[in-house]
């Protein structure tokens, strides 16, 4: 009965082997894509940049929340840094701390 429900005596059965490789082929491809780009990494990572005079270092936790410690001294330094270490999903800091209010701490 419900074969009788899905299948229209109009459309040929090679119609309906195409939809369902397409459906077959679309679930194997978001699947990998789902999982690579949500899974979650349960690693606190601790990265330490050089930017010149000064260091800054990135922290990342296991919530997907980077936090930046000290910039060193000039932006486009640690603009350059950045990009190695944090995903092209995910370039956005949420957290900046300045150790001490010297030039070469903040950029």
């Not at 009788?4 to 195409?18: D, E, F, I, R, V």
């Not at 349960?42 to 930046?68: R, S």
């Not at 900046?96 to 701490?105: A, E, L, R």
């Amino acid at each position: 009965m419900l074969a009788g429900l899905c299948y229209n005596s109009t459309m040929s059965a090679k119609y309906y082997k195409k939809i369902l490789i397409a459906v077959i082929v679309v679930v194997i491809i978001t699947i990998p894509l789902v999982w690579f780009f949500y899974s979650s990494n349960n690693n606190l990572k601790i990265n330490y940049l050089d930017v010149g005079q000064g260091d800054a270092v990135l922290i990342q936790t296991p919530y997907d929340q980077n936090i930046l410690i000290d910039g060193g001294d000039t932006n486009a330094q640690i603009l350059q840094q950045l990009p190695k270490f944090m995903p092209f999903w995910d370039r956005e800091i949420d957290m900046i701390m300045i150790s001490h209010p010297h030039d070469d701490q903040t950029s």
